[in-house]
């Protein structure tokens, strides 16, 4: 992914994509000093923008850092990535580190870097795969508790379980994870928020312990839009047994429908479908399914 065209706003400078590289003993990378943010991009605008840099600066600040940039220069800076890259549909990826003055556990002096990437990603799943449900398999990886780490911090550390359980799962014939929290109640996926329909109305765990999603909340506000009952609440896994749709919610993933999990199937339903459209809508998308369809495949 490093070797293309393109430029990445670095530290203030709009810098040639081949060349935005940091030094082999950044703190970041061997320290997990890192937070990040994943934003997407329609008809030339980032949906939420501000949400996700003020979550960027958030996450930093629960690593115990601030930002050299405030929200506004964050978003202002986005934008221009948007522009010299041209990108009409795709993927943002902030990111702020730790830098390598210092090599150590500690670091409070190290600089804080700051870059910006973006670039045209129409989806995250397949087009296909997206339709028809995704599959799920249940993670041996459990979301650890909130005083075990900074679990409401979109920090890279917290990402390492993550990748475990995803590899594992695609590794297995799934195309992702469900995790299960520290007190064995369901919590996420590796990337998105997951949402269970049983008997005509939504549930969805309370995200103590991990990111309450921009697109949860968006979604959560759609479906009481559409006058559905939402149930926050702890949920264990015996409970999937009674569920008749099950979806995925995320920046990336924006509403995915999923078919299986571990042994039990799904029909993606009619409340799936209408949360599916009312997202579509929400976040501007114009263009229709065939053709969001061949612009992934792209
Ligand atoms: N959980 C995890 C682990 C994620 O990486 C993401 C994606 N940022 C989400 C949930 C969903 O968050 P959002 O809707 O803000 O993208």
């Avoid at 939402?230 to 995320?250: K, W, Y």
Wanted: with cysteine; aromatic share 10%.
């Amino acid at each position: 992914f490093d070797d293309r065209d393109g430029f990445i706003w670095f530290n203030g400078q709009m810098v040639p994509w081949r060349e935005a590289k940091v030094h082999v003993l950044t703190h970041g990378l061997h320290y997990a000093s890192c937070v990040f943010e994943g934003e997407r991009v329609y008809n030339g605008k980032v949906f939420k923008l501000t949400e996700h840099s003020r979550r960027l600066t958030e996450s930093a600040s629960i690593l115990g850092f601030s930002l050299p940039y405030s929200v506004a220069e964050i978003d202002a800076a986005t934008r221009r990535v948007l522009d010299a890259n041209g990108i009409v549909d795709g993927y943002v990826r902030p990111l702020a580190w730790r830098g390598s003055e210092m090599m150590g556990v500690a670091a409070q002096k190290n600089r804080i870097n700051v870059a910006i990437a973006a670039w045209q990603w129409p989806s995250y799943f397949s087009p296909e795969a997206r339709l028809a449900g995704i599959r799920l398999k249940i993670s041996p990886w459990r979301r650890p508790a909130p005083d075990t780490a900074p679990t409401h911090s979109k920090a890279a550390g917290l990402y390492m379980i993550c990748t475990l359980s995803k590899h594992q799962a695609e590794n297995d014939g799934f195309d992702d994870a469900l995790m299960l929290d520290y007190r064995g109640r369901i919590a996420e996926a590796t990337g998105a928020n997951v949402f269970l329909v049983i008997d005509g109305k939504l549930h969805t765990p309370i995200p103590d312990c991990f990111l309450n999603g921009i697109t949860r909340q968006t979604v959560i506000d759609l479906a009481r839009r559409r006058g559905y009952d939402v149930s926050e609440r702890a949920i264990m896994p015996e409970e999937l047994a009674d569920a008749q749709e099950v979806f995925l919610t995320g920046t990336a993933a924006e509403v995915t429908p999923v078919r299986q999990i571990g042994e039990y199937t799904y029909t993606p339903g009619e409340i799936t479908h209408r949360l599916v459209e009312d997202y579509d809508k929400e976040v501007g998308r114009t263009h229709d399914k065939a053709a969001s369809a061949s612009a992934s495949a792209a």
